[in-house]
């Protein structure tokens, strides 16, 4: 199959789902599309999806039991065709019992399909313990089945060698896949080439639209198109093309419009794009800032909701017009994410960013990446301009796979949450499918600032500035920010300027922002070491920083390491 047809092939299997959402048939069928064109994190969630509608089928008692199994009743019966639905002008048990039979056995058949996908597709994308997971369940229901006896056996060899390698002596005996294996995977962040959502944030409607949002909340500032060095990965500076120039490309940038002294205001932007993971502390549920110890008597908050609180009617206001109806009174909802295990603050942080989206999406009636808050959000994608071909080769997929990917966080948590809200996950497929969410996470972990908990220093609270995310990184950056439910940049002052160089002679050396100068903002800690700086920023940077102060300072600790003096 050709990549063009491929792709086809893909767009006509959506636009049958859309109209027969509960067929799990068809997302069988679009599992294996997607496998074809390199998309194993997609194949995982639609396999995923069609064993949720296969137990529905097999269970009388499921909540789309009827839907699904009149789905694969036609699907497996052209008599049964246009008897209407089972639920009213045919009942179930009025059907001949040889094609229930025969539409359970097609259960079970995309049942066993969906776990062999699920199982190698999500070891590709590098989360094994779910993998080896899917297939044990599997293998319970489809004992001794070859290809989930292979999958597994696979994971384990991988395991198996990798401990080895890392200790000879390690005793196999003693393997746990639960405790030993790794979840944590990665995909590429992807700029789908079905998403229609994605605008041209360099066409004159697009900018037009940007500086007039800019000049609210920066009214010295402007947005321009800015090119940028393309990042990689490997720390490899000197790659070019073949006419010996470094790749660059397109991205926007904030600039100042006239002078902007030091220490005085540049932005001022507030949010309601944000997410916090404790559940009892008083904070916002709007902007996240923090609420006094005895706001419960002043400030406005939500009568069907516990704990839901705000700290300015405006917030109130702006929840209740845009985001907070889809999640009133759900039982349940305001517990997901919260007061997580450290090691997995920052993914619930991103899981919540992601259910605020939704909630903001289903409350106005509008598509994920057609917020505002969300549209013009670069979620540093593979470049279009790359001669990039989708394609099942280990070595095309691991192409700038920068995008954190895990079956909870991607799968199961967003569907969890979407039925939380009691948005049906199947009729609402184009608002929720797989690539929405990974867009959507692409754009927030490229852009979403976090605050860090003053009791145990993990993140705790997180927001999406649509304006502030357009500042670009520099490690010696001319503005600091400040983050208390509504973002503040401020130029710096002569004595907080960032120093590097030998003796500190090279950067910027007075305060204030110049006319034309671009506003640079910083994604790390600028008081870190060239390594520490680095791998801080290469998630929201999408490669490692090229910068003139990290490049300085990195052929720096290579002189010294060959014990050579310094230069200038």
């Known amino acids: 199959m050709a990549l063009t047809s491929a792709l086809q092939e893909r767009q006509t299997l959506t636009q049958l789902l859309y109209q027969s959402p509960y067929n799990a048939a ?9 496998v074809y064109l390199g998309f194993p994190d997609l194949a995982a969630s639609d396999a995923y999806r069609a064993l949720l509608l296969t137990d529905e089928v097999l269970d009388a008692s499921g909540e789309y039991h009827e839907q699904a199994f009149e789905a694969i009743l036609n699907a497996t019966s052209k008599a049964h065709r246009g008897l209407g639905s089972i639920n009213g002008d045919v009942s179930e048990k009025d059907i001949d019992p040889d094609h229930v039979l025969a539409a359970e056995k097609e259960a079970r058949r995309l049942a066993l399909a969906s776990f062999e996908t699920l199982g190698s597709m999500l070891s590709r994308c590098g989360c094994l313990r779910s ?30 060698q990798n401990q080895l390698h890392r200790d000879s002596a390690w005793d196999s005996s003693d393997f746990d896949p639960r405790r030993d294996l790794t979840e944590q995977g990665s995909v590429r962040r992807e700029l789908y080439p079905w998403n229609t959502h994605e605008p041209d944030r360099f066409s004159d409607s697009s900018l037009i639209f940007l500086n007039s949002e800019m000049h609210k909340v920066a009214p010295k500032c402007e947005v321009l198109a ?58 916002c549920d709007a902007c996240s800032s923090e609420l006094p110890a005895d706001s419960s008597n002043v400030n406005p908050a939500c009568p069907n909701c516990d704990d839901t609180v705000f ?55 509008i598509h994920p990446l057609d917020l505002p808050e969300t ?156 390594s520490g700086r680095r791998e801080w920023a290469v998630g929201a940077l999408g490669g490692i920083c090229i910068c003139d102060r990290c490049l300085w300072e990195e052929k720096e600790q290579e002189r010294k390491m060959r014990g050579e003096n310094g230069v200038t």
């Not at 470094?246 to 001022?268: C, M, N, R, W």
């Not at 050396?509 to 100068?517: D, E, M, N, Q, W």
Request: neutral net charge; aromatic residues 10%; contains cysteine.
């Open 26 to 34: 068809i997302y069988h069928d679009r599992a294996a599309c997607y």
């Open 131 to 160: 993998a080896y997971d899917f297939c044990s369940r599997g293998l319970q229901t489809f004992p001794r089945n070859r290809r989930l006896e292979e999958i597994r056996d696979q994971i384990r060899q991988t395991h198996y």
């Open 226 to 283: 800015v090119s940028l060095p393309l990042l990689r990965e490997d720390n490899d500076h000197t790659y070019s093309n073949p006419a010996g120039i470094s790749p660059t490309i397109t991205q926007l940038g904030i600039f100042a419009k006239e002078d902007i002294a030091p220490g005085e205001a540049v932005l001022h932007e507030s949010s309601i794009l944000t997410a916090n993971n404790r559940l009892h502390d008083p904070l």
């Open 311 to 365: 700290c300015s009617t405006t917030c109130y206001s702006k929840a209740i017009s845009f985001y907070h109806p889809a999640i009133c009174g759900k039982a349940d909802y305001d517990v997901i994410g919260k007061d997580t295990d450290p090691k997995a603050a920052a993914n619930a942080l991103y899981l919540l960013l992601l259910g605020r989206a939704m909630a903001l999406s289903q409350t106005q009636g």
């Open 375 to 530: 549209k013009y959000i670069w979620g540093d994608f593979i470049h279009v301009d790359n001669t990039y071909l989708h394609s099942t080769s280990t070595s095309a997929f691991n192409t700038a796979r920068h995008l954190p990917f895990n079956f909870n966080d991607n799968i199961l948590a967003p569907l969890h949450m979407l039925e939380k809200m009691d948005v049906d996950i199947f009729t609402a497929l184009d608002r929720c499918d797989a690539w929405v969410v990974n867009t959507l996470y692409a754009k927030f972990r490229g852009t979403a600032s976090a605050r860090l908990s003053m009791k145990d220093g993990r993140p705790e609270v997180c927001a999406v500035h649509p304006m502030w995310c357009l500042a670009n990184h520099s490690c010696a950056p001319n503005v600091k920010w400040e983050w208390g439910g509504e973002i503040r940049f401020s130029a710096r002052e002569e004595g907080e300027i960032v120093r590097w160089g030998k003796d500190g002679g090279r950067g910027q050396r007075k305060g204030g922002i110049a006319k034309g100068a671009e506003v640079l903002s910083h994604y790390c800690d600028v008081d870190l070491g060239v």
